[in-house]
């Protein structure tokens, strides 16, 4: 399992104190609560990090957000799991890098027939074959998302 620190932007700021020297991971996920809410991007906290792989949390709801997160620089961005199957499809026909927000067993496997391949759950248990980003579930494929106060300390990247 591979462990990915995070970040939350709030207000156009990064919420955490954050020792950008002493970082050492070349991934970082960005927990944008503004973008959540349907406001603007933070693009000029994502250019300030863009020496890094940025994985934008921002839960799109439409191709065009997907396709700004991803023209920033974000090597993937998250995309809300409720949006309308044509929707879905569209994200899923224009890009490999959109990694699907879902809260239950049957939106995962919604969306996973539409051709979904990436997911983000904290209730669900992921099959062995998906990409698997989670906070807390943990399983030999999958990514673990750590606040980055806890990643700094552990001073590694793999845990077995």
Excluded at 140 to 149: E, G, Q, R, S, Y
């Amino acid at each position: 399992m591979e462990l990915i620190p995070y970040i939350t932007i709030n207000r156009k700021r990064i919420k955490e104190k954050v020792d950008w020297d002493s970082f050492n991971s070349s991934k970082l996920w960005i927990v944008d609560l503004d973008a959540k809410r349907g406001k603007e991007m933070n693009f000029k906290v994502y250019n300030k990090l863009d020496y890094l792989d940025l994985i934008l949390d921002i839960s799109a709801n439409h191709l065009d957000d997907v396709f700004d997160a991803l023209t920033s620089g974000a090597i993937r961005v998250t995309v809300s799991g409720d949006i309308d199957n044509r929707k879905i499809s569209s994200i899923i026909e224009a890009t490999e890098n959109a990694i699907f927000i879902v809260d239950s067993l049957e939106q995962y496997q919604r969306i996973r027939e539409l051709g979904g391949s990436k997911f983000f759950s904290n209730n669900i248990f992921p099959p062995f074959y998906d990409e698997f980003y989670s906070e807390n579930i943990q399983c030999d494929n999958c990514f673990k998302l750590v606040a980055i106060d806890d990643y700094n300390g552990r001073g590694n990247k793999e845990t077995h």
